[in-house]
């Protein structure tokens, strides 16, 4: 079973708990901070890291 999750904050938050979160469970695969792009928000975007936690099994990843 897999859960989708997504972190959301400033950039330095998110790449904070994204690299605490990783080390934690081998079991999560995140994605690197990256900006928003809606444009009701422009100047003012919040950063996201996005990913899956798949129960039970230990995930390969690319970059830490």
Known sequence: MKVKV???GSK?????LRKHLL?????????K???GTNPKYAGR???SC???YEFGKIRKRRSP
């Open 6 to 8: 997504r972190i959301q």
């Open 12 to 16: 330095v938050e998110c790449e904070k």
């Open 23 to 31: 080390k934690k469970h081998p079991q999560l695969i995140l994605g």
């Open 33 to 35: 901070p990256r900006e």
């Open 45 to 47: 975007q919040k950063w």
């Open 50 to 52: 996005y990913g899956d």
